[in-house]
Nanobody
Framework: QVQLVESGGGLVQAGGSLRLSCAAS????????MGWFRQAQGKEREFIAAISWSGGTPYYTDSVKGRFTISRDNAKNTVYLQMNSLKPEDTAVYYC??????????????????????WGQGTQVTVSS
């Protein structure tokens, strides 16, 4: 059974850092695309970053470029989102997502939430000013 479990959220001051983790289990992920999304209260779900498990170039939304870094540890079946220089507008529930058997190539549709087959439960990130 495929499962994604997020951790690492919490409350942090503006300018601080957090590292989110997404532990994946239930099958091999060598052909998977992993993504991070967030959803602020009253807002639509927003793409943050994506990475191929096999080592493709990461993608980022413009608002987090230079501040957030997506990475993976294949041995641990874990994907990370390192978040630096956090701002109050980063406050949201952050979700890990997986496209386990991609039909579209990695470079297409990575920012579309409808692409992803599995989702974690979400972890709250709150940034205070």
């Amino acid at each position: 059974q495929v499962q994604l479990v997020e951790s690492g959220g919490g409350l942090v001051q503006a300018g601080g850092s957090l590292r989110l983790s997404c532990a994946a289990s239930g099958r091999t992920f060598s052909n998977s695309i992993m993504g991070w999304f967030r959803q602020a209260q009253g807002k639509e779900r927003e793409f943050i970053a994506a990475i191929s498990w096999s080592g493709g170039t990461p993608y980022y939304t413009d608002s987090v470029k230079g501040r957030f870094t997506i990475s993976r540890d294949n041995a641990k079946n874990t994907v990370y989102l390192q978040m630096n220089s956090l701002k109050p507008e980063d406050t949201a529930v952050y979700y890990c997502a997986a496209d386990l058997d991609p039909i579209s190539p990695y470079r297409y549709y990575v920012n579309q939430h409808r692409r992803y087959d599995y989702w974690g439960q979400g972890t709250q990130v709150t940034v205070s000013s």
